[in-house]
C-alpha cells in the first residue's frame, strides 16, 4: 500500500503504462500518483506530451503519442518519479534517475530492484550520462530482462 | 539609536523575498540574521524542490537560497545586513534590541518590523531521550550538508513528514545505514514520491509505530520502538529493539513565535499550524500595527510558500510606507494565486483550515 | 515508563517525573510550574520544551490544548552578559 509502506499496488503501477505494442518505443512512466503542487514534468517537456495543467497539484498524465522517451523529465522531476521504460529486442530497456556516487559504469552488471526495494535480478548499465544542465541527478540507461517491465524500477551496485 | 523603514527578523527565504519586493518598491531595510549567513534552511536543502517554475521548482534548495540571495544583492544601495546577530528582545514601541557576535548590544527603531523567524523542530518525550545520538533530523541536515559531519552510521528515523522522509535519503547518499523509518500515524505523512523513492533504496517504513525508549552507556546505543493503535496507545508485547547510534526525530516543527508575544500581538494556538502562531489578516499584519509577518512563522508550510509570502508581504510593507510597487495590483494577484495553488490540493488542507481558524473565519 | 527518565527540559535538565510531582502538589499551569522547576527558563527559553509542558498539563487537568496557556514571554529571548548591556545604556546617555 502507498500510503503505508511507499510501494505502490500492481494496479495502480499498471495505470501508468501504456501496451506493450506502444512500449515499442521509449515511454516515460510518471510514478506519481498523489495530488501534490508540482509540475516541472510538464514544463519541462520539449514535445507537451506531459499534461498537469492550471491546478499544479493534478497527477501528470502522459500523451504517449507525442512522448518520445528522451528522458529530460526523469532528471527534472523532484520526487525522481519518473522512468522511461522500452521493450526491444526481446529485452526490457529503462532510463532511471540516479543520485548516489560512485557512479556504475558502462558494461557493469548491477542488480535489478523493484518498488519494495528488494533484488529482482540482473541488469546492465548501458549509458551513464551527467550533464551540467542535469544539476547532479544522473541519467542512466540499463537493461534488463522483458518480464521485469512492470517490476524494475532502479538499481543497486554489487560492490 | 540606529532607525530604519523596515526591519526583517530572519534572514530565511520568505525575509529575503520580502527584502527584494520592498527594495523594489522603494523602500530599505536591514535583514537581522542570528546565522553567520543568510538563506536560511534553504542552504541545506539539497533536493529538488517541488511547485512551479515561478518557486523555482525542481531547483535544489541550496540554489534557490542563491538565487534569492543575488536578487537583494542587486539592490545593495536599499537592503543592509547584520548577520550572527539575534533579536533578543521586540518592544511596543518599535524598539528591538540585538546582540552581536561580538556580544555587543544596540537598539534599533524602525517603521515597519518584519517577524520572519521560521520554526523550530518539535521534540518527543521518551525514556532516555536526552543521550548523546539523539537528534532532530534537521539538526542532522545542517550537520551533515552544511558541515560535511555524519551522525552516526545505523539510524532510525522518527516520524515520516517530508523532512524525516527527505533527510533519510540524504543520509543513504552520505551512506548512513538508515535501518527504518518509523510513524505513529497510520498513514505516511510526507510526499508519497519521497517514500517511494527511500522504499526503492530497501528503507522500511513502519506506520503505527514510535520510539518507547533509548538506551545506552554515554551515548545512544539502541533504541525500543513499538507498535501504536489507533489511538496512539502502546500496544503491549510489540516491542522491538534496534541497535542504533543516532536517532532522528522528525516529529514536525513549530513557529518561532516567541518575539511576537513578547511584543503583545494576539496569539492563537491552532495545532493545524503547528503551534502558537499570531493572529493576522489578508495583508499579513498582526494585531499591533505595522508588525508583519511572512513564512513558517505564521503557520509552518513548505518553503516555496514561504518565499511567495515573503514577496506578497514585501510588497505589503512598500505600500504602507507610502512607496507602492510599479506593479503593485499585478503582483499582488500574483502571489495570491500561486499561494492559493501551492495551497490547494490536499497537502494544503491543513494550511488552509487553519488559516480559517486563525482568520475566525468558517472554514468551508 | 520510567518518568524520572524522560526530560521535559533540556536546558535545566527537568524530568516528566518532576513535572507530574508539581501537578499532583496542585500546581498546574506553566508559569507555576516555571517558577518552582525553572522549566523554560534556560537558555533555548522553552522553544524546546513548551509544547510538551503544554500537552501535560492538558492531559493532567483534562483541557483541549489550545486552552492550556503558555508561559509568558518576556525579554531578553536568550542570555544576554550584564556587561553588554551597561555599556550600551553607557553608550546611549
Same mark, same amino acid.
Given at each position: 500500500?502507498?500510503?503505508?509502506?511507499?510501494?505502490?499496488?500492481?494496479?495502480?503501477?499498471?495505470?501508468?503504462?501504456?501496451?506493450?505494442?506502444?512500449?515499442?518505443k521509449p515511454k516515460a512512466?510518471?510514478?506519481?500518483?498523489?495530488?501534490?503542487?508540482?509540475?516541472?514534468c510538464?514544463?519541462s517537456c520539449p514535445f507537451e506530451a506531459i499534461?498537469?495543467?492550471?491546478?499544479?497539484?493534478?497527477?501528470?498524465?502522459v500523451?504517449?503519442?507525442k512522448c518520445t522517451g528522451c528522458g529530460i523529465c526523469v532528471y527534472n522531476?523532484?520526487?525522481?518519479?519518473i522512468i522511461v521504460a522500452q521493450?526491444?529486442?526481446?529485452?526490457?530497456?529503462?532510463k532511471?534517475?540516479?543520485?548516489?556516487?560512485?557512479?556504475?559504469?558502462?558494461?557493469?552488471?548491477?542488480?535489478?530492484?523493484?518498488?519494495?526495494?528488494?533484488?529482482?535480478?540482473?541488469?546492465?548499465?548501458?549509458k551513464?550520462t551527467?550533464r551540467?544542465k542535469q544539476?547532479?541527478?544522473?541519467l542512466?540507461d540499463?537493461?534488463?530482462?522483458?518480464?521485469?517491465?512492470?517490476?524494475?524500477?532502479?538499481?543497486?551496485?554489487?560492490? | 539609536?540606529?532607525?530604519?523603514?523596515?526591519?526583517?527578523?530572519?534572514?530565511?527565504?520568505?525575509?529575503?523575498?520580502?527584502?527584494?519586493?520592498?527594495?523594489?518598491?522603494?523602500?530599505?531595510?536591514?535583514?537581522?540574521?542570528?546565522?553567520?549567513?543568510?538563506?536560511?534552511?534553504?542552504?541545506?536543502?539539497?533536493?529538488?524542490?517541488?511547485?512551479?517554475?515561478?518557486?523555482?521548482?525542481?531547483?535544489?534548495?541550496?540554489?534557490?537560497?542563491?538565487?534569492?540571495?543575488?536578487?537583494?544583492?542587486?539592490?545593495?544601495?536599499?537592503?543592509?545586513?547584520?548577520?550572527?546577530?539575534?533579536?533578543?528582545?521586540?518592544?511596543?514601541?518599535?524598539?528591538?534590541?540585538?546582540?552581536?557576535?561580538?556580544?555587543?548590544?544596540?537598539?534599533?527603531?524602525?517603521?515597519?518590523?518584519?517577524?520572519?523567524?521560521?520554526?523550530?523542530?518539535?521534540?518527543?518525550?521518551?525514556?532516555?531521550?536526552?543521550?548523546?545520538?539523539?537528534?532532530?533530523?534537521?539538526?542532522?541536515?545542517?550537520?551533515?550538508?552544511?558541515?560535511?559531519?555524519?551522525?552516526?552510521?545505523?539510524?532510525?528515523?522518527?516520524?515520516?513528514?517530508?523532512?524525516?522522509?527527505?533527510?533519510?535519503?540524504?543520509?543513504?547518499?552520505?551512506?548512513?545505514?538508515?535501518?527504518?523509518?518509523?510513524?505513529?500515524?497510520?498513514?505516511?505523512?510526507?510526499?508519497?514520491?519521497?517514500?517511494?523513492?527511500?522504499?526503492?533504496?530497501?528503507?522500511?517504513?513502519?506506520?503505527?509505530?514510535?520510539?518507547?525508549?533509548?538506551?545506552?552507556?554515554?551515548?545512544?546505543?539502541?533504541?525500543?520502538?513499538?507498535?501504536?493503535?489507533?489511538?496512539?496507545?502502546?500496544?503491549?508485547?510489540?516491542?522491538?529493539?534496534?541497535?542504533?547510534?543516532?536517532?532522528?526525530?522528525?516529529?514536525?516543527?513549530?513557529?518561532?513565535?516567541?518575539?511576537?508575544?513578547?511584543?503583545?500581538?494576539?496569539?492563537?494556538?491552532?495545532?493545524?499550524?503547528?503551534?502558537?502562531?499570531?493572529?493576522?489578516?489578508?495583508?499579513?499584519?498582526?494585531?499591533?500595527?505595522?508588525?508583519?509577518?511572512?513564512?513558517?512563522?505564521?503557520?509552518?508550510?513548505?518553503?516555496?510558500?514561504?518565499?511567495?509570502?515573503?514577496?506578497?508581504?514585501?510588497?505589503?510593507?512598500?505600500? =504602507?510606507?507610502?512607496?507602492?510597487?510599479?506593479?503593485?495590483? =499585478?503582483?499582488?494577484?500574483?502571489?495570491?494565486?500561486?499561494?492559493?495553488?501551492? =495551497?490547494?490540493?490536499?497537502?494544503?488542507?491543513?494550511? =488552509?483550515?487553519?488559516?480559517?481558524?486563525?482568520?475566525?473565519?468558517?472554514?468551508? | 515508563?520510567?518518568?524520572?527518565?524522560?526530560?521535559?527540559?533540556?536546558?535545566?535538565?527537568?524530568?516528566?517525573?518532576?513535572?507530574?510531582?508539581?501537578?499532583?502538589?496542585?500546581?498546574?499551569?506553566?508559569?507555576?510550574?516555571?517558577?518552582?522547576?525553572?522549566?523554560?527558563?534556560?537558555?533555548?527559553?522553552?522553544?524546546?520544551?513548551?509544547?510538551?509542558?503544554?500537552?501535560?498539563?492538558?492531559?493532567?487537568?483534562?483541557?483541549?490544548?489550545?486552552?492550556?496557556?503558555?508561559?509568558?514571554?518576556?525579554?531578553?529571548?536568550?542570555?544576554?552578559?550584564?556587561?553588554?548591556?551597561?555599556?550600551?545604556?553607557?553608550?546611549?546617555?
Amino acid at each position: 500500500m502507498l500510503k503505508t509502506t511507499g510501494v505502490p499496488d500492481k494496479a495502480l503501477i499498471l495505470t501508468r503504462f501504456p501496451d506493450d505494442v506502444i512500449l515499442g518505443k521509449p515511454k516515460a512512466i510518471t510514478e506519481c500518483y498523489e495530488p501534490i503542487p508540482c509540475n516541472p514534468c510538464e514544463t519541462s517537456c520539449p514535445f507537451e506530451a506531459i499534461t498537469v495543467g492550471e491546478d499544479i497539484n493534478t497527477p501528470p498524465k502522459v500523451d504517449f503519442d507525442k512522448c518520445t522517451g528522451c528522458g529530460i523529465c526523469v532528471y527534472n522531476c523532484p520526487g525522481l518519479a519518473i522512468i522511461v521504460a522500452q521493450l526491444k529486442n526481446d529485452k526490457a530497456y529503462f532510463k532511471i534517475p540516479y543520485e548516489f556516487i560512485p557512479m556504475p559504469e558502462v558494461g557493469e552488471t548491477v542488480h535489478a530492484i523493484n518498488r519494495a526495494g528488494e533484488i529482482i535480478g540482473e541488469a546492465k548499465i548501458e549509458k551513464v550520462t551527467l550533464r551540467k544542465k542535469q544539476d547532479k541527478t544522473a541519467l542512466i540507461d540499463v537493461s534488463t530482462n522483458t518480464e521485469l517491465i512492470h517490476e524494475f524500477v532502479t538499481i543497486r551496485r554489487m560492490r | 539609536m540606529k532607525h530604519v523603514d523596515l526591519l526583517i527578523i530572519g534572514g530565511g527565504p520568505s525575509g529575503l523575498a520580502a527584502a527584494k519586493m520592498a527594495a523594489e518598491s522603494g523602500v530599505s531595510s536591514l535583514i537581522i540574521e542570528r546565522d553567520t549567513k543568510v538563506g536560511g534552511q534553504l542552504v541545506k536543502q539539497t533536493h529538488m524542490f517541488f511547485g512551479s517554475e515561478k518557486q523555482y521548482a525542481k531547483t535544489r534548495g541550496i540554489n534557490i537560497a542563491e538565487i534569492l540571495i543575488n536578487d537583494c544583492k542587486e539592490h545593495d544601495d536599499k537592503i543592509s545586513y547584520m548577520t550572527e546577530t539575534t533579536v533578543v528582545g521586540l518592544y511596543p514601541d518599535y524598539v528591538v534590541t540585538v546582540m552581536d557576535r561580538n556580544h555587543k548590544y544596540s537598539k534599533i527603531k524602525a517603521n515597519t518590523i518584519l517577524v520572519a523567524t521560521g520554526a523550530s523542530e518539535k521534540v518527543l518525550a521518551f525514556e532516555n531521550n536526552d543521550l548523546p545520538g539523539i537528534y532532530g533530523a534537521g539538526a542532522v541536515q545542517t550537520l551533515m550538508n552544511v558541515h560535511g559531519v555524519l551522525p552516526g552510521q545505523d539510524v532510525v528515523m522518527v516520524g515520516s513528514g517530508n523532512i524525516g522522509l527527505i533527510v533519510s535519503y540524504q543520509l543513504m547518499q552520505a551512506g548512513v545505514n538508515v535501518k527504518r523509518v518509523i510513524e505513529a500515524a497510520s498513514v505516511i505523512g510526507g510526499y508519497k514520491v519521497h517514500a517511494s523513492k527511500l522504499k526503492r533504496l530497501g528503507v522500511e517504513i513502519t506506520t503505527n509505530m514510535t520510539v518507547k525508549s533509548a538506551q545506552g552507556n554515554g551515548a545512544l546505543e539502541s533504541i525500543v520502538v513499538q507498535k501504536l493503535d489507533d489511538d496512539w496507545q502502546f500496544i503491549p508485547g510489540t516491542e522491538e529493539e534496534i541497535s542504533v547510534d543516532a536517532l532522528c526525530i522528525s516529529v514536525g516543527l513549530s513557529p518561532l513565535s516567541n518575539l511576537l508575544s513578547m511584543v503583545g500581538c494576539e496569539m492563537k494556538y491552532v495545532s493545524a499550524l503547528g503551534g502558537n502562531v499570531p493572529v493576522i489578516d489578508h495583508s499579513h499584519e498582526t494585531t499591533v500595527p505595522n508588525i508583519f509577518v511572512a513564512g513558517d512563522v505564521c503557520g509552518v508550510e513548505e518553503a516555496s510558500s514561504a518565499i511567495v509570502e515573503g514577496y506578497y508581504v514585501g510588497l505589503i510593507i512598500g505600500n =504602507r510606507l507610502g512607496k507602492t510597487h510599479p506593479h503593485y495590483e =499585478r503582483l499582488i494577484q500574483d502571489f495570491t494565486q500561486q499561494l492559493d495553488n501551492l =495551497r490547494s490540493g490536499p497537502f494544503g488542507e491543513k494550511t =488552509r483550515s487553519g488559516l480559517a481558524q486563525l482568520r475566525g473565519e468558517q472554514h468551508a | 515508563m520510567k518518568k524520572e527518565d524522560v526530560i521535559l527540559c533540556r536546558c535545566e535538565d527537568v524530568t516528566l517525573k518532576q513535572l507530574h510531582d508539581c501537578f499532583d502538589e496542585g500546581y498546574t499551569t506553566f508559569e507555576e510550574v516555571k517558577r518552582i522547576l525553572r522549566i523554560g527558563m534556560g537558555p533555548c527559553q522553552a522553544s524546546t520544551c513548551s509544547l510538551l509542558v503544554q500537552r501535560e498539563i492538558a492531559k493532567y487537568t483534562k483541557q483541549p490544548l489550545d486552552k492550556v496557556k503558555t508561559h509568558v514571554i518576556r525579554p531578553l529571548i536568550t542570555g544576554v552578559p550584564l556587561g553588554s548591556i551597561a555599556k550600551e545604556a553607557k553608550d546611549e546617555s
